[in-house]
């Protein structure tokens, strides 16, 4: 029998102050120009979701799907915060995890449509002192072909502050851990928050800016994404979902995840809101983040040394003893891009990136045959969250028209 369970978890592993909240005009399923087909496809969508709350997945779920260019329609069900008894809404703000590094691409790309890096540019360009620097490239820790273990995968040095990856110049202790590199750049693929904390120090040297204020400058601003940003101690606010990891118990499954000291900066660390993911997924399908000749390169699968796809399994980097499960039917291709995941479902194409950390499991994907988005978000981490639905979940996105 194919085990699918195990191939949506390494499809879910691809994805580690007072906020604005706007008055939203929330479309309700009845109140659409839908077409009656897409309609119950919604229904279906919505009815899915609520599996999660019955079979106690996750405390609660909260989703935004835009088809075309109709009203984007939300969906909450369950609590964002089980101690406080507070539902779920679409204003809660939810740690998104890796979702983090599509913007983290982004912010790469405009600066290469800017003239101000190229995706052949080496790593001792930035960091003159870190290992196989003159071999690593933009385009290896875009696409995780560089060889570079996540750190936490490594003995990383004794003067490591707490508040690594978010402190100032992690590379200095990036490059000083032992262990760090499974293979020559280039020659895998293997999934690396690494590559992607690099990343974000890339963009702080070459804009000149801090990390989140370009964001918020090139991507948040120009968007209107007024409830996304960078986690940290301090800006907690009521609108904030709790985290929670599953328990063995069906009574009461849930309690309070481990909290981080520092989130993982720029290849997991911030928080948002279902809306303001839609309107991330619009901005870069319309060409108001860039050109679309680069929005394409981003979500084309990447390639390895040899010149083919990272979609093939022979490319991906596993342990020795590991067996690579079967892949489900309903997958016929399955692969990293340079930002985003790429994979055709059911016969048709499925732009994503999921998100996964303590007390959260969250995914974004966008269908362009019927130029759909949705963004889901629950706030249980594995095994909870919304991988008990997922494969239904892709079934409905392949059939709206």
Not at 235 to 263: I, Q
């Amino acid at each position: 029998m194919c085990n699918a369970n195990n191939y949506i978890i390494i499809a879910l592993l691809c994805g580690l102050g007072a906020c604005k909240q706007p008055a939203k005009e929330t479309a309700s399923l009845e109140e659409t120009r839908i077409s009656a087909k897409n309609q119950r496809l919604l229904e279906e969508l919505d009815s899915l979701s609520q599996i999660l709350i019955k079979d106690k997945r996750t405390p609660g779920v909260t989703y935004g799907i835009q088809i075309g260019d109709n009203e984007p329609v939300y969906q909450s069900h369950g609590y964002a915060h089980l101690e406080r008894q507070e539902k779920t809404t679409e204003q809660n703000l939810f740690r998104i995890a890796s979702i983090t590094k599509t913007m983290t691409a982004i912010s790469i790309f405009q600066l290469i449509e800017a003239k101000k890096l190229e995706l052949d540019t080496r790593l001792d360009a930035f960091f003159p002192d870190f290992p196989r620097g003159d071999s690593i490239t933009v385009y290896h820790l875009l696409s995780h072909t560089s060889g570079i273990k996540n750190w936490y995968e490594t003995q990383m040095p004794e003067e490591t502050p707490q508040d690594f990856p978010m402190c100032q110049t992690p590379h200095q202790f990036i490059q000083d851990a032992k262990g760090m590199f499974l293979f020559e750049p280039g020659e895998y693929f293997y999934y690396s928050n690494t590559g992607y904390v690099l990343l974000g120090e890339i963009i702080e040297k070459v804009s000149g800016e801090e990390y989140e204020p370009y964001l918020e400058e090139h991507i948040f601003e120009p968007l209107q994404m007024e409830n996304t940003l960078m986690e940290k101690q301090g800006r907690e606010t009521m609108k904030w979902a709790e985290g929670y990891a599953v328990k063995d118990s069906l009574e009461n499954p849930f309690t309070v995840a481990d909290t981080y000291y520092a989130m993982p900066y720029a290849a997991g660390g911030l928080r948002s809101t279902v809306g303001d993911l839609l309107l991330l997924m619009k901005g870069l399908n319309s060409g108001k983040l860039m050109s679309m000749d680069m929005r394409n390169t981003m979500t084309n699968y990447a390639k390895v040394n040899s010149g083919v796809d990272v979609s093939d399994k022979d490319n991906i980097y596993f342990p020795k003893d590991f067996v690579f499960p079967e892949r489900p039917d309903y997958l016929s291709i399955y692969g990293f891009g340079l930002g985003f995941l790429r994979m055709d479902i059911f016969g048709t194409t499925a732009i994503w990136h999921g998100g996964g950390i303590a007390g959260f499991q969250t995914v974004l994907v966008h269908m362009p045959k019927s130029n759909t988005t949705l963004a889901l978000f629950t706030n249980a981490e594995m095994p909870g969250g919304y991988g008990h639905i997922w494969e239904a979940v892709q079934r409905v996105l392949a059939k709206i028209e």
